[in-house]
Each structure stands twice: as C-alpha cells, then as structure tokens.
C-alpha cells in the first residue's frame, strides 16, 4: 500500500522520476531494434533465425512480467524498478557482444527478461504516483515511453551514421540509462510490502473477484495491444501495397499514427479527469474505429494517413488506462494484477502482426485490418470494465 501522507514537493519529483524510468525504457529498446541489421550481420544470423531469436526475447519478457508482480508486492515497485532497470541496462550490451545466434540468443533473453520486469514495476509505481496525486497522470508517463523510443532511434541513426560500432554505441546507452535509472530510483515511492490481508477486502476471497476482473481487463488489454501491434508492423506495407505509393510516402502512414499516439497520450489525462477512464477507452476506440474505417475504404492517399493519424490518437490513452484500472483492484494482489494484465496486453502486440501476416496468405492486406477494426470495436463495447469497483 501507499504510504498515507507524501509530501507535495517530493510528490513531484516521484513524478519526475517515473517520467524518467518510462524514457530509459523507451529509449533502450529503441537502442537495440536500430541496431538490428548491424548486430545480425555482425554474427551471422539469418532473418529466418532473428525471427526466432526475437520470439526468445518476448519470452523472456513475459516470464519476466510474471516474476516482477510477485516481487514486487513483496519488496515494493521502487526496489524492482531498481533491479529491473539496471538489468535491462546491462542487457542492453549483450547482443553487441554475441557473435553467433547462441550468444545472440542468450543476450536478448536477459534484454527480454530486464524490460518485461521494467514493464510491470514501473507500471506499478506510476499507480501509486497517480494515486498520491488524486488525479490522472498515467497517460503522460506512456507518452514518455514514446519520447525516449524517439530519442533512441535519433542517436542510434546519428551513430550508425557516425560510423560507431554496435558494441561502443550500446554501451554508452547503457551506461546512460544505469545513470538516470539510479538517478531517479531515491524519487521513486515507497509503499509497504504487500499482506494478504490487504488483498483479501472485506469479502475475504482475494483470488475470484479479482480474477475475473483481472482476466477481463486484461483481454481489452489483448485486443488493444493487438490493434496496436498492427499498426506498428503493417501500416507503412499497407499503404505501399493498398495505394502504390513511394517507400517514403508509405512510411507516413506509420509517422501518422506514432505522431498522434504521442500527443494523444499528453492530452489523455486530461480527458479522464473530465470524463473518467470509461469515456476515454469507449470514445477512443471508437474513433480508432472510424480511421481504421477509413483506412480500409480510402483510395486516396491523404485521406488513408488521416486515418492511420485518427487511429493512432484513438488508441492513444487506452492502455495508461488500463493499467491503471488494473493497479487499482480491491481484491488480489496489485503487483501480480498488473503483472497478468501486461502480459495478457503483451501477448496481443505479438500476436497481431503475425495473425494478419498469415491471414494475408488468403487475402488482401487491407482486408485483414478488419481483425484490429474488430478488436477495437470489443474494446469499445466493454469499456465499461474499467468503471472503479467500491
């Protein structure tokens, strides 16, 4: 639980720092898919191979995930945000370091397991600073997430440019990241190590009322991350593919919706504090529906980009919400809440692109967009899971 009284400038550093762990979380995952192509090439892997290699590192981040909640209801959120963010950090060098698909494999599964732990505890304490603060602040924290991702692939594009080698590169970014990530931990908010007590509320049964709730918020978590997944893989093919346009022009499409998802997530919070996390997720989805609608009808390239931009700004404040429903359940234990309700969410940015890649082996890629059109219409018609139980 939260300590009881935080005082208001300390409050606002707390802030500071979890803006800071969601960059460095952002910003090293950028590092590493950059430099992709270099480190591949460097040890010899096939694309065939980097496919697999690349399912390691989603393991891995799940099993993570599913470590970092029990863990941190037992130590706190601020401790595993210390743990896993300098695991990741020091992840971050390994596949620089490989040279053959073993050591490539074994570096991203330590990378894996160091973002999926991030993933959940620095989800957990943005709760509890949301919380202290007694108003919605979650969507700002996932827009950091974005910045740091832009960051990253801006000074990974600067230095393959350069000339700098993966090994020197990564490590400067991992050094970076190890410093702001100890630089911010002392900012971060204690709370008491979980009891079961706490979890059980006054019903007594800490497991069945939190499990289907737990289950349900994390299958809108699925079906948005799976919207979410599609877009990020197959919005630039699409456009190329749908319209015969230039790489260059196809690639907007993509700029569109990540432009849009970035400002979406600083307005967000503003919109929930309006209307409540319900509104956000209901309307939001719904006007990722009418874009992926005009995605899908579109022959007309300005009007396909609007789409993909009102995609992108519906889906936007979906997920803080989610989270943060999530990290706030009377019943189960907040940590191992949070940690199924990523996951779940997790599962659907991996599934996504694969389903609508096999689906294009029946049919056009533009009609396979009705899967992510369908899931965020699910979304929209139970948002209502979100509603706060007393």
């Not at 596949?95 to 570096?107: C, E, I, K, R, T």
């Amino acid at each position: 639980m939260l300590l009881t009284t935080v005082d208001p400038v300390r409050l606002r550093r707390s802030r500071a720092a979890v803006f800071g762990v969601f960059a460095v979380n952002g910003f090293l995952l950028a590092a590493w898919v950059v430099h992709i192509p270099a480190i591949s090439q460097r040890t010899g892997v096939s694309h065939a191979a980097l496919g697999w290699l690349l399912l390691v590192l989603a393991g891995a981040a799940l099993i993570g995930m599913q470590i970092a909640g029990p863990l941190a209801d037992r130590w706190g959120s601020r401790t595993m945000v210390g743990v896993a963010g300098l695991l990741l950090s020091a992840g971050a060098i390994g596949p620089a370091l490989a040279s053959d698909a073993v050591g490539l494999g074994v570096a991203l599964a330590v990378f894996g397991l160091g973002n999926g732990a991030l993933d959940v505890s620095m989800n957990s304490q943005a709760v509890h600073v949301e919380r202290a603060y007694g108003r919605p602040i979650m969507s700002a924290f996932h827009a950091l997430f974005s910045l740091g991702g832009v960051a990253g692939s801006l000074l990974g594009a600067a230095t393959l440019a350069a000339g700098v080698v993966p090994l020197t590169a990564l490590s400067g970014a991992a050094a970076l990241g190890a410093v702001v990530i100890l630089a911010c931990l002392p900012a971060l908010l204690p709370h008491e190590a979980h009891e079961q007590s706490a979890a059980t509320g006054s019903a007594g049964s800490p497991d069945r009322p939190a499990t289907a709730k737990v289950l349900a918020l994390g299958a809108i978590a699925f079906a948005v991350f799976l919207a979410e997944g599609a877009a990020n893989d197959w919005s630039t093919l699409q456009v190329k593919e749908h319209l015969g346009t230039s790489d260059a022009t196809a690639a907007l499409a993509f700029g569109a919706f990540a432009v849009m998802m970035t400002v979406g997530r600083f307005t967000a919070d503003r919109v929930a504090a309006a209307l409540g996390p319900v509104a956000v997720v209901r309307y939001g989805t719904l006007i990722a529906a009418v874009g992926m609608g005009a995605v899908m009808a579109s022959s007309w390239v300005p009007f396909t980009l609007l789409g993909w931009a009102l995609f992108g700004l519906g889906l936007s404040g979906c997920i803080p919400q989610i989270f943060t429903a999530a990290g706030n359940l009377h019943a189960g234990s907040p940590g191992v809440n949070m940690s199924r309700v990523v996951g779940m969410g997790y599962l659907g940015l991996l599934a996504g692109p694969a389903l609508l890649g096999w689906l294009t082996q029946l049919m056009p890629l533009t009609a396979t967009l009705a899967v992510p059109l369908l899931c965020v219409l699910i979304a929209c018609r139970f948002a209502g899971l979100l509603r706060p139980t007393p």
